[in-house]
């Protein structure tokens, strides 16, 4: 009997692992310098809680999500994404009684039962910010100069930017009204999901991917041109933000995004190294989501981003070069004999935060070195009799094939300060 890891889902073995531990310190580390604090919400919900705010009629809540019922008998839903927890948790611990606005970031799996292809997949995982309690359109310029500074951390180069206003409560009616009424002038070319969409939800019309569908909505009439005066500035001021960073953009008056909840402005960017799932990250403002959940009156503006499509765009730019080197040893034991010696060193290295390991298998000396290699120790550090003996050792830096004569009682300091310029960034000093 074999099994096998669920459709749709995939093991993140080291080699990948390491990557999106890289990925998601430099996002910590940026997203903390715009001043975003950490949060963890549960892994599922209430089922309401994902209907209430992605809306009944999209494509997560009709076909896509992951529901069932608890021994309590409770409807819960594993989340599709980030952005309803966090507010009902924001609702929920009454964060609209601290500084506003209260600005988060998370990092966790998501869940959606769809079709699985090439950066498509049933549990994936999402980097994401959110800022409540803002109707600042200099804040929905931050939100998107976060995204772009971040894809840029990480060595990304190529990148598309697409904006849009979904426009309010004021102006969206009258354009859902004439956007139905195109539709229904064009029902007969519409596949038969989307002829369900018209009465339904017409926004949700330009979600559809069939081609048919797609050549209509592209000559639907666009809610740019129907925003009222507090959106139009609105929109222009973050336009505005955006031309002062010198960012580049595109407005693209489709961009619904596959979610009911936004208003005004929406965001997304697309990579070209990408195939047909091009769009690595996306986000919006949500304007009317806190109150949806009980809370006040709150404006938000947030966005997620793709970590297996970035990992994707980041491995085929050719940038993950840039991850810090890792500096680790690996003692090699010469004699059965100094073993304890072998692994007093070992926690002795340990202790002065070096990563180090020593063979516990039993392998011979020419073995150890074999097995050092292929793990990628950067030094390997022989350790026999007669290295105690004489108190030195041979430390070899296996990447320039550099050998070292080290005091054994220095050995500890010597390596510490190869780690410490290490971290420093200022590369290692050949030492003798
Ligand atoms: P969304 O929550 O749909 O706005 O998606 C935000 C980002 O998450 C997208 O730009 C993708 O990078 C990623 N994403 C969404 N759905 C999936 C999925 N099924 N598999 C992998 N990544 C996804």
Request: with cysteine; hydrophobic share 35%; charged share 25%.
């Amino acid at each position: 009997m074999r099994f096998y890891a669920p459709k749709g889902t995939t093991d993140i073995l080291p080699d990948m692992a390491k990557k999106w531990r890289y990925l998601e310190r430099k996002a910590s580390d940026l997203f903390e310098k715009y001043e975003y604090e950490p949060i963890v919400t549960p892994i599922f919900e209430h089922t309401d809680v994902f209907q209430r705010a992605i809306g009944t009629s999209t494509d997560i809540v009709q076909k896509e999500m992951y529901t069932f019922e608890d021994k309590g008998g409770r409807s819960l839903t594993l989340r599709p994404e980030g952005t309803a927890p966090v507010i009902r948790a924001y609702v929920d611990n009454n964060m609209n009684q601290m500084p506003q606005p209260v600005k988060l970031y998370y990092t966790g799996p998501m869940f959606r039962y769809e079709r699985p292809q090439a950066g498509r997949y049933r549990q994936f995982f999402q980097l994401g910010v959110e800022a409540i309690g803002s109707d600042d359109p200099a804040i929905d310029a931050e939100s998107i100069l976060l995204m772009i500074d971040y894809f840029r951390s990480v060595g990304l180069k190529e990148l598309t930017l697409y904006i849009n206003s979904m426009g309010c409560e004021n102006d969206r009616p009258k354009y859902v009204e004439l956007l139905k009424q195109y539709a229904i002038a064009h029902e007969q070319e519409l596949c038969k999901d989307c002829r369900k969409r018209v009465e339904l939800n017409p926004l949700r019309l330009f979600d559809c991917k069939e081609e048919s569908c797609r050549r209509v909505m592209e000559h639907a009439p666009k809610i740019t041109d129907y925003l009222d005066e507090d959106c139009k500035n609105h929109f222009n001021a973050v336009r505005r933000y955006l031309d002062m960073q010198g960012v580049q953009y595109i407005i693209k008056p489709e961009l619904v995004r596959g979610l009911d909840y936004y208003t005004k402005t929406t965001f997304e960017v697309v990579s070209p190294l990408l195939g047909a799932q091009n769009a690595i990250g996306g986000g919006g403002r949500y304007n009317k989501l806190v109150e949806e959940f009980g809370g006040p009156p709150t404006p938000g503006i947030g966005f997620a981003i793709g970590l297996e499509r970035l990992t994707i765009a980041v491995e085929k730019e050719g940038a993950f070069v840039a991850m810090e080197e890792k500096t680790d040893a690996f003692i090699a034991v010469a004699d059965k004999a100094v073993k304890e010696p072998a692994v007093n060193l070992l926690y002795a290295l340990r202790g002065a935060g070096i990563a180090t390991d020593i063979d516990y298998t039993g392998r011979s000396l020419k073995g150890q070195l074999k097995y050092a290699n292929k793990k990628g120790f950067r030094y390997t550090i022989f350790l026999g009799p007669q290295e105690l003996e004489t108190g030195i050792v041979q430390v070899k830096d296996m990447k320039t094939s550099e050998q070292y004569a080290i005091k054994l009682n220095e050995l500890v300091d010597w390596l510490s300060n190869i780690v410490k310029s290490q971290t420093m960034g200022s590369g290692v000093t050949k030492q003798s």
